[in-house]
Nanobody
Framework: QVQLVESGGGLVQAGGSLRLSCAAS????????MGWFRQAPGKEREFVAT????????YYADSVKGRFTISGDNAKNTVYLQMNSLKPEDTAVYYC??????????????????WGQGTQVTVSS
């Protein structure tokens, strides 16, 4: 079955950087979008970024545009989220997710079928 395993979370000071990884397995993801979402305490889960495996198209939430970069390594079936200039408000559990792109419009900010277990990111002020 499909497995998404995140890693790379941790504690960092404001202005610092972290890189999250998401290792995907269990199927071919060539026609899928891979996304990152986050959920802060007491808040709903929100979309962060997504990438299309097939053509590398990316899309970001306004709150992270210019600071975060999503990328993928097809050979390793791994998606990354490079987070720079981190702010305390970026503190959340970050989740990796996957969904098929067929039948959907771009960008896919919802409707993800598969989810990882999440990794904690804490940004101190």
């Amino acid at each position: 079955q499909v497995q998404l395993v995140e890693s790379g979370g941790g504690l960092v000071q404001a202005g610092g950087s972290l890189r999250l990884s998401c290792a995907a397995s269990g199927r071919t993801f060539s026609s899928y979008a891979m996304g990152w979402f986050r959920q802060a305490p007491g808040k709903e889960r929100e979309f962060v970024a997504t990438i299309s495996w097939s053509d590398g198209n990316t899309y970001y939430a306004d709150s992270v545009k210019g600071r975060f970069t999503i990328s993928g390594d097809n050979a390793k079936n791994t998606v990354y989220l490079q987070m720079n200039s981190l702010k305390p408000e970026d503190t959340a559990v970050y989740y990796c997710a996957a969904r098929p792109l067929y039948g959907s419009s771009w960008p896919p900010t919802s409707g993800y079928n598969y989810w990882g277990q999440g990794t904690q990111v804490t940004v101190s002020s």
